[in-house]
């Protein structure tokens, strides 16, 4: 049982990262095409060239207007998650400082305190 879940683990960290690897390759290809199109020449451009290089820079833009707010949410979604874990700690931290203080008192009091020798000897004594 223990080869095969070696091996079922090992098929799948294969997958993966070849699916990265295709991810990486698609997306090397696809912005080497859109910057050496956009490094073009506007002016140089036949018509029909302008007219795609115009829709290629409308779509960017269309993306990026898409995109932008997307991850800018993303980003306030992980400083509040972020900042909710170290509120968190905080506030565990101030509580075990109170905790260990009122353990101290307490151990302190049962060490040095002799109750016995001020009032005499307790009734269950």
Do not use: C, H
């Not at 949410?73 to 909710?84: D, E, K, L, S």
């Not at 874990?85 to 302190?108: F, K, N, Q, S």
């Not at 109750?115 to 005499?120: E, M, N, P, R």
Request: proline residues 2%; aromatic residues 14%; positive net charge.
């Amino acid at each position: 049982m223990d080869q095969f879940l070696a091996a079922l683990k090992q098929i799948i960290i294969q997958a993966i990262d070849w699916l990265f690897w295709l991810i990486s390759l698609g997306w090397n290809w696809s912005i080497g095409q859109i910057s050496r199109a956009l490094n073009l020449r506007f002016q140089s451009l036949p018509d029909w060239k302008a007219l795609l290089y115009a829709v290629l820079v409308v779509l960017l833009l269309y993306m990026a207007y898409l995109v932008i707010p997307r991850i800018l949410a993303a980003i306030v979604a992980i400083f509040r998650a972020v900042w909710g874990l170290v509120e968190t700690i905080v506030r565990i931290a101030i509580d075990l400082v109170w905790y260990i203080l009122i353990a101290y008192g307490i151990a302190l009091a049962i060490n040095t305190f002799n109750v016995g020798a001020l009032i005499g000897k307790m009734p269950w004594q």
